[in-house]
Nanobody, 121 residues
Framework: QVQLVESGGGLVQPGGSLRLSCAAS????????AGWFRQAPGKERESVAK????????YYADSVKGRFTISRDNAKNTVYLQMNSLKPEDTAVYYC??????????????WGQGIQVTVSS
């Protein structure tokens, strides 16, 4: 069974940057698709970015296109989310997730515990 642990969250000013990391342990998840999701207070969880198991395909929510970049290093069993030009509306709990069936359109059945990102001056 794969376990996911997020790191790199925190408080940042508008216009700033953060890089989230998601480390997988337990077994390799190099054949799993991966994604980042977020949930703001009072809102439903939404997909932010997804990446294929090889890292060759990436998909983004319209709200983060051009600002966020998802990547992965399968040798390190880690997925990243580089977040630039952050806005207050990016404030949320961010979750890393993996789809064990391997497709970005599959059900994401493995989840991290979540990490807080707060964008505020």
């Amino acid at each position: 069974q794969v376990q996911l642990v997020e790191s790199g969250g925190g408080l940042v000013q508008p216009g700033g940057s953060l890089r989230l990391s998601c480390a997988a342990s337990g077994r390799t998840f190099t054949t799993y698709a991966a994604g980042w999701f977020r949930q703001a207070p009072g809102k439903e969880r939404e997909s932010v970015a997804k990446i294929t198991w090889r890292g060759s395909g990436t998909y983004y929510a319209d709200s983060v296109k051009g600002r966020f970049t998802i990547s992965r290093d399968n040798a390190k069993n880690t997925v990243y989310l580089q977040m630039n030009s952050l806005k207050p509306e990016d404030t949320a709990v961010y979750y890393c997730a993996a789809a064990s069936r391997g497709y970005v359109s599959s059900t994401y059945d493995i989840w991290g515990q979540g990490i807080q990102v707060t964008v505020s001056s």
